[in-house]
């Protein structure tokens, strides 16, 4: 287990004991706090556009804007758009207004459960991690019968009814319908962290996509639309972003612990799209300012800071729902297929002993399942930002 601040620590949900996990290194100090595996649903970072944001509506207005359980309805229609290039239009057998009952009936049948660190392409620390539970969105289009010319499928939730406020996301129909074995299907979550999803985090009912960045997942969600516009048309790829952006492989630090003349230091990696080799740490000392094109960054001597082992899952995972129960684990022995889990968090932690006294600056990186270390391979910044974080400390 690694240091953690108190930021942090608000962040990830520290206090919810239902969400903690347990296990600590043994030659760590008593400083050194527990790492809960999962992030309470009050505790994430939030990131929602609108005035008045929708999770800011209660009484009457809510019950209008149809985000109660019992006022939540889905409807799902093919689009009308055509143009020069496309001059065919989406043609579905019949549109679906879905309510919630409905989609929990679905839930018995086909419910899928997945852990996803939820992150925002643009800012710099994850949001947090939550066990998502739903119904693949594959399995609610069938529900519309036979479709032709559809090629991609756009959504967006409750936005005060204002056009200017919709918040938009789209995936390609193959991406949506043709789950390969061993992927992770887009669904539409209507439990977080074996509860009800509260308002702050997009329910009743939100999409989740499991390998992306969280744009994706659109909060709140009340529309799906079909159509023949093959291109991606998020509100996202707006300001130059990347909208087909998966999540990256990088680590994020937490505050250095110092206890006489060892550094304790940690924090979580995501493992992203390409994976998660190992956490490596560079120690440096403080002073002249590291430029981003320096000769030192080829001399840097990177040392591998230990992954988190797997927690006891007993005690991290909500009554009643088992390891085996969730994609990426083996259905049978209840063991991750990988680790650290695809598109999940995983800590990691080392100690630097013996430091003489001075300033110093520690850097993590990521090296993935290709080899390439953080914050490669990036095309362009806009594609989820994974810069190498670096945290000053001093030994005294
Ligand atoms: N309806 C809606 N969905 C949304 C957003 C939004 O503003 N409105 N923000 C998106 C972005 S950019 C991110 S990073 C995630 C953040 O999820 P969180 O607030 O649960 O942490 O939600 C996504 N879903
Ligand atoms: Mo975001």
Redesign the pocket.
């Known amino acids: 287990m690694s240091p953690i601040s108190r930021r942090q620590a608000v962040k990830l949900g520290i206090g919810s004991l239902a969400a903690m996990q347990t296990s600590i290194h043994a030659e760590e100090p008593a400083e050194i706090k527990p790492r809960p595996f999962l992030t309470a649903a009050d505790d ?7 005035t008045p944001k ?1 999770h800011s509506l209660n009484g009457e207005a809510l019950l209008k804007a149809k985000l109660t359980p019992e006022t939540w309805r889905l409807e799902i229609s093919a689009d009308e758009f055509t143009d020069a290039l496309v001059t065919q239009k989406a043609q579905i057998a019949k549109a679906v207004t879905l309510d919630y009952a409905q989609l929990l009936e679905l839930g018995k049948k086909h419910r899928v459960l997945f852990l996803k660190a ?6 710099a620390t994850p ?2 991690q939550g066990l998502w539970e739903g119904v693949p969105l594959r399995d609610v289009l069938r529900l519309c019968g036979a479709m032709s010319n559809v090629r991609r499928i756009y959504f ?4 005060n009814d204002d056009p200017k406020q919709r ?1 938009q ?1 789209s995936l390609s129909y193959t991406q949506v319908m043709e789950t390969a074995p061993g992927e992770l299907p887009v669904f539409l979550a209507y439990k977080l962290n074996g509860q009800p999803i509260n308002l ?3 329910g009743p009912v ?1 999409m989740v996509v499991p390998w992306a ?9 009340q529309h799906i639309r079909l159509t023949n516009d093959h291109r991606a048309n998020d509100t ?1 790829a707006e300001k130059n972003n990347d909208p087909e952006s998966h999540l990256k492989t990088a680590a994020y630090l937490d505050e250095v612990v110092v206890s006489g003349k060892t550094a304790h230091v940690g924090g979580w990696a995501i493992s992203g799209l390409s994976g998660l080799s190992h956490v490596e740490t560079w120690l440096r000392p403080a002073g002249a300012v590291l430029a981003e094109n320096s000769p030192e960054w080829q001399q840097a001597e990177w040392k591998p800071a230990p992954l988190d082992a797997p927690p006891d899952w007993k005690s991290v995972l909500p009554a009643g729902v088992k390891p085996q129960d969730i994609l990426g684990f083996d259905r049978t022995t209840g063991k991750p297929l990988s680790w650290p889990l695809r598109h999940s968090m995983v800590g990691f932690s080392t100690a630097l002993r013996d430091l003489k006294p001075g300033k110093y600056e520690v850097r993590a990186r990521t090296v993935d399942l290709n080899g390439f270390a953080q914050p490669e391979p990036r095309s362009i910044q806009k594609s989820g930002k994974n810069g190498i974080q670096v945290r000053t400390f001093t030994i005294t």
Not at 156 to 159: L, P, Q, T, Y
């Open positions: 994430f970072e939030d990131v929602s556009r609108g929708p939820m992150q925002c392409l643009n800012i949001l947090g967006w939730g409750f936005h918040f996301s702050e985090r997009g939100r960045h969280g744009f994706k997942s659109i909060k709140w969600l996202y």
